[in-house]
């Protein structure tokens, strides 16, 4: 198999949000010229990626187990949860250490022109969720997009008279 396999992976590597031409071919040249252990550590994570890789069956967030590290993290405050619409949403909520509470990661947005409607986001078992765990407070931090805010004043709608308080702040990575 001769091939182009410099240029097979700089293909590959431009595929990634954020990578021109220019740095996909930067990132082939030094992971060839670094010590093979680079090349086959990304390659040995990249595959395995997808096996080993859960959605935490609570919050949806990612792990390694079926609850993840938020969920299983005894001091975080239960009471509050916080909906975003990416994982990554959540990442960065988590980077500014602002927050103590449990997340409900949507996986996604309400855009009923491209067919997501709320049946196709869990909301059903955020709403289980906020009976089962007692939560008071919803913090949702979806993007400020018409998607962000539309899911954001449904969530609103939804549980505004179930005695849960609904808040709203910006965050959210442009998607
Ligand atoms: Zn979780």
Redesign the pocket.
């Known amino acids: 198999m001769a091939g182009d396999p410099i240029g097979e992976l700089v293909a590959l590597f431009a595929r990634l949000p954020g990578i021109g031409e220019r740095t996909a071919t930067r990132l082939a040249f030094f992971v060839l010229e670094s010590p093979p252990e680079l090349a086959s550590g990304l390659g040995e994570a990249l595959s395995k990626l997808h096996d080993r890789v859960k959605r ?6 990612f ?1 390694a187990d079926e ?2 590290n ?3 993290d005894p001091r975080r405050d239960a009471s509050i949860v916080c909906v975003v619409a990416r994982v990554p949403d959540l990442v960065a909520i988590e980077r500014s250490g602002a927050f103590r509470g ?2 409900h990661v949507l996986h996604g947005l309400l855009a009923p022109l491209d067919g997501i409607h709320p049946e196709n986001l869990p909301i059903a078992e955020l709403r289980e969720r906020v009976e089962r765990e007692g939560v008071r407070e919803l913090v949702v931090a979806t993007p400020l997009t018409v998607e962000g805010e539309a899911t954001a004043l449904y969530l609103a709608d939804v549980f505004g008279d179930s005695g849960v308080e609904v808040t709203r702040i910006a965050s959210g990575m442009p998607h």
């Open positions: 935490c069956r609570t919050c949806g967030n792990g609850l993840c938020i969920c299983r449990r997340y």
